[in-house]
């Protein structure tokens, strides 16, 4: 279980205080095993801030962040990270990129070839073992990213906003594979996201940010039925969470528009 | 300029000529290369007789003494010590070049300390050192091997720091979330990211080794290539001036040959 409290965090402060801007404000919550959070909010909310403190990329100031128990001082073998500019390396091959964290964490040749094979087949990459990231589209690179994740087969998933730079048709696929990875092997996933549909699409829960300094405003809970097909966003439960968040993020951007 | 650009350019240009099929065809072989070549000899030639300069022998006396040199072993002789200098020197460069621009790319600290040294080194003629390395060295091979280093290491230095410093951030933070130490990222992230703009630094450091093993071997040292052409300058013997240059741009394109094929094998990525 993932579990924050009374998280702060600011950015550029000078030695003598000041001068800082304060990225998130008191943030309060928990994920539980194998829940799959998404977390909404307009930019400035300190949303990708909140999942690197997460991953332990980044120090924070105050309250606490703990994984089971344990605090988060840095990476962990539990997380796994999904990027949103997909983060491959570009003089690598698919295979390579993907085994990529194994072979960090000391696994052998033969289990890491074992593993990627696995893992191109349930990503749906087979035939693109060798071929360099720049050879494929944005959405089989961000599968490759997703299989580098899966690989070192965490309990804890940190995606952020990973079909953000995908155009809408490819997005789709992506959200239903992800779907469809998720049912079939449980795993705790806190997912960042600026689109409604997919915080409601693919989110038990989805977390609703505030900007300036970040805090959070709500949670809300989906209750749609699962597996979900794309048959819920024509359920009327889809519609209303929907609409009731573009009221809340509407409200919130009025006055930057 | 990089590789990429000068490619680029050159697509452009051959791009927005309506070129005849068959002569397009021809360039693409590298035959464009070899006319321009051929031309630029025969301009040469007519000039050399024509105008009758002393400072300007035609072409085909050039290559006599060329050929005279290399029948009588003069050449053979002398390259061997130009080259050994050129290869201890610019190995010495490679490693000093590779480890400070590293340490420099990688750590603010080291690059604040550092930076203005190696960008007055790298503006500052080079040859200026050249008495205080005779002062230190003498006539001795360290002299020259000296002269070398300050000549190809500053461009390495600074194409290697930059490289470093400019490897997406988000390859860095990727390596980190799966637990890299910093050896780890260095080696699997930083090194391979940063190659393409390094090779561009080798291959800088590599032509300004030449100038430096010419330069050096001409102001203080009496061997190699460079005094040979300093004895021949002296005695206003222009075509065997020439020949000796002619050497030493054959010498300066197989280098420069050497690491594009070492920076292709490398970097295909990059492309």
């Known amino acids: 279980m993932i579990?924050?409290?009374?998280?702060?965090?600011?950015?550029?402060?000078?030695?003598?205080?000041?001068?800082?801007?304060?990225?998130?404000?008191?943030?309060?919550?928990?994920?539980?095993?194998?829940?799959?959070?998404?977390?909404i909010g307009p930019s400035g909310c300190g949303k990708t801030t909140l999942l690197r403190i997460i991953a332990g990329l980044i120090p924070y100031d105050h309250g606490e962040v703990t994984i089971d128990g344990r605090p988060v001082t840095g990476p962990g073998p539990e997380r796994a990270v999904v990027f949103q500019n997909f983060a491959l390396m570009p003089w690598a091959d698919v295979?390579?990129?993907?085994?990529?964290?194994?072979?960090?964490?000391?696994?052998?040749?033969?289990?890491?070839?074992?593993?990627?094979?696995e893992l191109i087949k349930l990503v749906?990459?087979?035939?693109?073992?060798?071929?360099?990231?720049?050879?494929?589209?944005?959405?089989?690179?961000?599968?490759v990213g997703l299989a580098r994740a899966l690989a070192v087969n965490p309990q804890i998933l940190l995606m952020d906003e990973p079909f953000g730079a995908l155009d809408e048709q490819t997005r789709r696929l992506l959200q239903e594979q992800l779907l469809r990875l998720w049912e079939h092997k449980r795993k705790t996933v806190v997912f960042i996201t600026h689109s409604m549909d997919e915080a409601v699409m693919l989110g038990d829960r989805v977390m609703l940010m505030t900007p300036?300094?970040?805090?959070?405003?709500e949670m809300i809970d989906v209750p749609l039925e699962r597996p979900r097909s794309r048959e819920v966003e024509k359920s009327s439960a889809f519609l209303e969470i929907k609409e009731y968040l573009w009221d809340n993020l509407r409200a919130m951007q009025s006055g930057d528009a | 300029m990089t590789q990429e650009t000068v490619t680029a350019a050159k697509s452009i240009a051959m791009r927005g000529i309506a070129w005849?099929?068959?002569?397009?065809?021809?360039?693409?072989?590298g035959a464009l290369e070899i006319l321009a070549l051929a031309g630029g000899a025969l301009v040469w030639e007519a000039l050399g007789w024509g105008l009758r300069l002393q400072w300007l022998p035609p072409f085909s006396k050039v290559m006599e003494a060329l050929l005279q040199f290399v029948y009588r072993g003069v050449i053979l002789a002398n390259l061997g010590s130009s080259l050994q200098a050129l290869v201890l020197?610019?190995?010495?460069?490679?490693?000093?070049?590779?480890?400070?621009?590293?340490?420099?790319?990688?750590?603010?600290?080291?690059?604040k300390a550092l930076d203005i040294y190696v960008h007055a080194l790298f503006?500052?003629?080079?040859?200026?050192?050249?008495?205080?390395?005779?002062?230190?060295?003498?006539?001795?091979?360290?002299?020259?091997?000296?002269?070398?280093?300050?000549?190809?290491?500053?461009v390495m230095v600074i194409n290697t720091s930059t490289a470093i410093r400019t490897v997406d951030p988000s390859l860095v933070e990727m390596a980190?979330?799966?637990?890299?130490?910093?050896?780890?990222?260095?080696?699997?992230?930083?090194?391979?990211?940063?190659?393409?703009?390094?090779?561009?630094?080798?291959?800088?450091?590599?032509?300004?080794?030449?100038?430096?093993?010419?330069?050096?071997?001409?102001?203080i040292a009496f061997v190699g290539l460079g005094a040979l052409a300093q004895r021949y300058g002296a005695q206003f013997d222009a075509a065997k001036v020439f020949a000796i240059a002619m050497v030493v741009l054959i010498i300066g394109l197989l280098c420069n040959a050497l690491v594009q094929i070492l920076d292709n094998r490398l970097t295909r990525w990059a492309d």
């Open chain 2, 89 to 111: 020197g610019f190995s010495l460069s490679l490693v000093l070049g590779l480890i400070v621009g590293a340490l420099m790319g990688r750590y603010r600290v080291v690059e």
């Open chain 1, 3 to 39: 579990r924050v409290r009374g998280l702060s965090k600011e950015f550029g402060t000078l030695d003598n205080g000041n001068g800082g801007v304060l990225a998130l404000s008191d943030i309060d919550f928990e994920v539980h095993d194998n829940e799959f959070v998404t977390i």
């Open chain 2, 176 to 219: 980190r979330s799966f637990g890299c130490r910093e050896r780890q990222i260095f080696f699997r992230i930083l090194l391979p990211a940063s190659l393409p703009l390094v090779f561009a630094g080798i291959r800088l450091g590599m032509g300004r080794a030449v100038k430096g093993m010419i330069n050096g071997e001409m102001l």
């Open chain 1, 95 to 117: 295979l390579s990129n993907i085994t990529f964290g194994l072979e960090i964490r000391g696994a052998s040749k033969d289990e890491c070839q074992a593993k990627a094979i």
């Open chain 1, 212 to 217: 300036r300094p970040g805090r959070v405003k």
């Open chain 2, 20 to 29: 005849p099929r068959g002569l397009r065809r021809f360039a693409g072989n």
């Open chain 1, 124 to 143: 749906g990459l087979q035939g693109f073992e060798r071929r360099l990231p720049k050879e494929l589209s944005g959405g089989m690179q961000q599968r």
């Open chain 2, 123 to 154: 503006v500052c003629p080079s040859i200026v050192f050249a008495p205080i390395f005779f002062a230190v060295f003498g006539l001795s091979d360290a002299s020259r091997i000296a002269i070398i280093v300050v000549y190809a290491m500053f």
